[in-house]
């Protein structure tokens, strides 16, 4: 069991590095007096999608257990990584970390 836990700590690790690149840049494409409304909003959709999930989950606890919820909602993670665009710019442009 603990190994799981190292896994699901990992994992969210991982979920907390993509979402502060995600902001960073979104942050950096947005220039002007929208800047602060556009994050926020974006920050409350976020929260919204969250909400969303944690209660898909617990209807479906209703009818699976953990262990095969877990894994579908992985699973789902699995198929948006494999479907999105990949960033293929050739041309060297602002760091998103600036």
Known sequence: ???????????FCGFQCITVVVETRLQSAISGPSRATVTSLAGFGTELLVLGVFGAYAA???VA?????????????????????????????PSPWV
């Not at 069991?1 to 994992?11: E, K, N, Q, R, T």
């Not at 257990?65 to 990949?86: E, I, K």
């Open 1 to 11: 069991m603990p190994a799981g836990f190292v896994l699901i700590a990992a994992a």
């Open 60 to 62: 479906g606890s209703v």
């Open 65 to 93: 257990s953990n262990a095969t919820l877990f894994a579908g909602f992985a699973a789902v993670y699995l198929v948006v990584a494999a479907t999105l665009p990949r960033d293929r710019r050739t041309s060297a442009g």
